[in-house]
C-alpha cells in the first residue's frame, strides 16, 4: 500500500509543477524560487563538490516542495484522484 501511494506521488508530481509554472494566479517571482535554484544546481554541478546529491534527486525534492508550498500559498484546485496536495485537518 504505501509503494502505491510513494508511487502516486511521484508519478502526479511533473504534471502538477507544470499547472502550477503555467497558472496565472501564481506571481512570476514565485515561480523564480522554483527555477532559478534548479536550473542552476543541473548547469553548476561542478562548482558544488561538496554536496554530492544526484540531480534528479534535487530537482524531485524541490519540485515536490514547491509544488506544496505553492498549492498551499494559492488555494489552487486539486485535480481529481490527487489526494496529495490537500492541506491537512
Known sequence: ???KSFFRLWSHLPSRVWRILRSPQVAVSD???FIIPV???WVL???????PID???VTALAAGWFAG???RKYALENPPGNH???TRP
Do not use: G, S
Not at 554541478?45 to 554536496?51: A, I, L, R, T
Open 31 to 33: 515561480k523564480l524560487w
Open 55 to 57: 540531480d534528479i534527486a
Open 84 to 86: 496529495y496536495n490537500r
Open 69 to 71: 508550498r505553492m498549492e
Open 39 to 41: 536550473l542552476l544546481y
Open 1 to 3: 500500500m504505501r509503494r
Open 45 to 51: 554541478p561542478d562548482f558544488m563538490p561538496f554536496v
